[in-house]
Antibody, heavy 119, light 110 residues
Framework: QVHLVQSRGEAKKPGASVKVSCKTS????????ITWVRQAPGQGLDWMGW????????IYAQKFQGRVTMTTDASTSTAYMELRSLTSDDTALYYC????????????WGPGTLVTVSS | NFMLTQPHSVSESPGKTVTISCTRS????????VQWYQQRPGSSPTTIIY?????PSGVPDRFSGSIDSSSNSASLTISGLRAEDEADYYC?????????FGGGTKLTVL
């Protein structure tokens, strides 16, 4: 059975960085990419990017270019998302998700990690 | 990048059928697959339709997806509405290197 376990919620100050982890199990990690989606309180879903777990190549949404880094560690079947220069607008639930057979759809969602940015 | 526009909210009675639309602003709706996700309050989203019309295992056949090139839109139809269907529904598609989500539709089962 596919499982995605995310790191605990974090509270950050404006200007800081946050790194969220997503440990996967129940499938071959390098066979399916990981995407990251965030959801601000009371708002909709916002796509942040996708990373190939096969070769580690990321694709970032334009609005996060230069501020986000997605990485993977195949030895532990874990994906990471780091977001820098945080502002209060980055307060959100951050979901990792495993894509399906294509790169363009989610097959399994993680539980989300709440990141709160406040001075 | 294109946008996907959904109605903000829809409501219907138990047992009835409801359809949620998702209109693509530019480019053909048929050019890339559309997915639909359900998000119940306080929960992560779940995938209910992928590749326009396909249902993951475990998703009841009360849920169906379609696309209409004439209106450049995708639709999610839920028949035999149940109280448990009350949730937010999001459509999603992509173009080259970017995913796009619709703004979401809140379904209220009266």
């Amino acid at each position: 059975q596919v499982h995605l376990v995310q790191s605990r919620g974090e509270a950050k100050k404006p200007g800081a960085s946050v790194k969220v982890s997503c440990k996967t199990s129940g499938y071959s990690f390098t066979s399916f990419g990981i995407t990251w989606v965030r959801q601000a309180p009371g708002q909709g879903l916002d796509w942040m990017g996708w990373i190939s777990t096969y070769n580690g190549n990321p694709i970032y949404a334009q609005k996060f270019q230069g501020r986000v880094t997605m990485t993977t560690d195949a030895s532990t079947s874990t994906a990471y998302m780091e977001l820098r220069s945080l502002t209060s607008d980055d307060t959100a639930l951050y979901y990792c998700a495993r894509v399906g057979s294509g790169w363009f759809e989610v097959a399994y969602w993680g539980p989300g990690t709440l990141v709160t940015v406040s001075s | 990048n294109f946008m996907l526009t959904q109605p903000h909210s829809v409501s219907e009675s138990p047992g009835k059928t409801v359809t949620i639309s998702c209109t693509r602003s530019s480019g053909s709706i048929a050019s890339t697959y559309v997915q639909w996700y359900q998000q119940r309050p306080g929960s992560s989203p779940t995938t209910i339709i992928y590749e326009d019309t396909l249902r993951p295992s475990g998703v009841p056949d009360r849920f169906s997806g379609s696309i209409d090139s004439s209106s450049n839109s995708a639709s999610l139809t839920i028949s035999g509405l149940r109280a448990e269907d009350e949730a937010d529904y999001y459509c999603q598609s992509y173009e080259t290197s970017n995913w796009v989500f619709g703004g979401g539709t809140k379904l209220t089962v009266l």
